[in-house]
């Protein structure tokens, strides 16, 4: 995760990966603003039944085998002069 915020003002999750997460859940999201006044973030998730539960079947972690050498390039590009 990344933030453009300074450190002690405060981190969040940033809205892009809110509303995915509340699409993914069924839920929505609704807004409201108002100018010089502020804005409003409402989350609906679904709720959850005791019929929706599945029971999960706990596995072993097979253990990762990949190359961690180093050895691949990676080119970033960014506009933002924070970043």
């Given amino acids: 995760f990344f933030t453009t ?3 002690g003002q ?3 999750l940033g809205l892009a990966t809110v509303y995915g997460i509340i ?3 069924g839920g929505y999201l ?3 603003s108002e100018e010089d006044k502020g804005t409003v973030f409402t989350i609906y998730l679904p709720r959850l039944s005791e ?3 599945e029971e999960v079947q706990a ?7 990949s ?5 691949a390039c ?8 924070a970043v």
């Fill in 30 to 32: 609704h807004v409201e």
């Fill in 74 to 81: 990676i080119l970033l590009v960014e506009d933002e002069d």
């Fill in 23 to 25: 699409r993914q859940t």
């Fill in 5 to 7: 915020k300074d450190v």
């Fill in 59 to 65: 596995t072993a972690v097979e253990e990762d085998s």
């Fill in 67 to 71: 190359d961690l050498t180093g050895t």
């Fill in 10 to 12: 405060g981190t969040g």
């Fill in 51 to 53: 019929g929706d539960v």
